[in-house]
């Protein structure tokens, strides 16, 4: 099973006198004393590259088994070389790349000064295509073959799509949260000025009706009393009130349930992370899963806190003129420490991801 | 190639793990020889491979609490649209019902 690496086909010719003259297949001249690679940066085809530098080892590995005694010389110097371009470039770092002679002088290093320029050539064409383009220009060879199926590309970009688009979410319920605050300030004033003003017409009116009845009553000189509409008017001022202090009631009542259910749901976080806690044997492991345990208690504390400043309502039966915002503020704090503690801690996962990739590559 | 520890906690910084993590770590690791044989680094690969699965389950952890906060906060907003909606109505009928009477 061989593989071509057509993009540097015409290396050959360079590498006899170390300076750029030719050519990529079907892409026009092309400086190779330019090409650098560099380790690609999405974690998936990393993944299946390190597969395939694995995959290769243990074809040399089986090739070593058939003819133990082969000479260096007769060896698949191509696999090798693969080997160790593959190798190389998965252990760069962000930023760092390598070139063509960088990768050549490599290649000499490892194998006593002996190079071929024909099977390096091949060599690093096959590399380069898997790094750059998943291994489509690659002919033959077993491939990537996860990341090469149309399938499977997709399954990488959606999940990089999903990462980002997770995040955008995020941002975006962020900010529709902030907005939707700031809005419900400027309607609540809005209210609480149209209803006071439409109450003082009313108050107006009330005076009024009240004046009247009592000129009515001097002119007839009867016993000065309440007017029987002002009197009507009030109960149903003091029914507007009673229906206030009700929907105060109902707003708090549903904040009350909102805030029980997370803190229900950080119970049960509780319980699982102490389960994770239980089966955790190493130290590093379970220092991990206390601070865990640390900020799901500072989460629950944090949902005590938010039920005890949950929403006044003051003897008028009015809800506070900032209503909700002292709630949301304390959510919406949280919430962000978590969304930190979250990035950190994917940060770390996947450096220990790398680090245990990089133990891998090194045959461990 | 053989792997030392050194090079073991030198890549650890390298691939940016935390200063914490890394202590904890060399507590996990104390009993190792510094030439880590292939025995040595089966073990630092089972090690690694329980540091890495507890940091995912933090950070899925971390996620659903900022989930469960963020939704609260949608909802009592919710909620809150909902009070100014129907006390907004619920004056507009008391006043109309007041002013018929007056006027």
Known sequence: MTENGNPVVGLEAQLANSAGAEVAAGAGPED???VTLKRPEDPALVRLLENKLREYNQRIAERLKDDAYQAPEEAD????????????VLGLRNGESISVDQAINSVRAKHGGVFNPDQFNNAFGVVRNYIEHAGQGNDGGTGLSEYGSAKARNIAEAASKIKGAAEQRAQERQDRITQRKGRWGERFAKFKDAGKKAWEKVGQLKDAAGNKAKDAVRETGQMIVDSPIVAKVDLIQAGARAEAAKLGAKLVDTADRVTTGVAE???ATGMKVEEY??????KAAEVVVDSLRGAVSKVRAGMDAVDKQLMKIDAAGEVAEDGPTPI????EEKAQEQRQKQEDATKRERSVRGLRGWLRRLGA | MQLTKTQLFEEMRNQGLDEETITNLMTDFADLPEELSQTDLERVDSVLAEVQGAHGFAAFTHGEMADALENAADKILDAADDYIEESAKSTVNHVQLAQSMLE
């Open chain 1, 32 to 34: 190779l004393t330019k």
């Open chain 1, 77 to 88: 110097f191509d696999l090798r070389y693969r080997v160790d371009i593959l190798d190389n």
């Open chain 1, 265 to 267: 749901k950080i119970d």
């Open chain 1, 277 to 282: 806690k239980a089966a955790s044997k190493a």
């Open chain 1, 328 to 331: 949301v503020n304390r959510l």
